[in-house]
């Protein structure tokens, strides 16, 4: 089972799928000029069926987590990229797992550094335990920090609408779940000028606020519903997903 299930409950007016499917339509519109300096052009969101979920560990094959982990009351957020092209999106789910040895075996961190991941096409991955403290590379201290990962570098690749809202719909979530005031999201390379993380393209959607007003849109409809789901309907999307439906 999850080690933490990513829920909260609602309450009639949790967020529509459709309006969702709207915003995010809407949306791609106006990324385009904020990526001007990308390599790769913005697409319009696909909003899948599973950006309004999250895929849990184990459907993407996620190793245990080891012993440890230092817990932490939440109260900022920042967003991050690997920094390692993904290519097809295909090759989400595989380079989780990568990235999450690097981070056991070579790092000898508890777990994969982050939250949450994005990929591109926006679906959503369980990571750490948002209880525990994430882990970093650079000098910085992320304790309090909510650590969502987009896939992808992004200083050699574009963002996409539907990854940008997939983060927004992650950090929403989590502005509610858990009181953090949306006005804490930041770069990684706010908080550590030694790196460039997330990257040009997906910064940029940080210091022109687009990523906040998503945030801030999305919170403004009512509660936010971000279940993990587990099991064979989780495991069909990562399967569509490594399939390149999704």
Known sequence: MDAFPLHRSGSGSEISRRRLLHRAGM???AVAAVNACSTEPVAAAASPPSSSVVLCRKAWGAASARPGGTPHTLNRMAVHH??????NNANAPARLRQHQR???????????A????VDRNGNIYQLRDPNLVGDTATNYDPTGHFLVVCEGDFDQEGVTAAQLDGAALAFAWAAQQFG????TLAGHRDESPETTCPGASLYAHVTSGDLRSRVDAISAEGPVDLPTICGPEADAIVADIEAGIR
């Open 82 to 87: 690997t920094e390692v092209l993904l290519g």
């Open 180 to 183: 953090i005031p949306t006005d």
């Open 102 to 112: 690097y981070h056991q075996e070579s790092q000898g961190w508890i777990d994969i």
């Open 114 to 117: 982050y939250h949450l991941s």
């Open 27 to 29: 949306a791609g519109l």
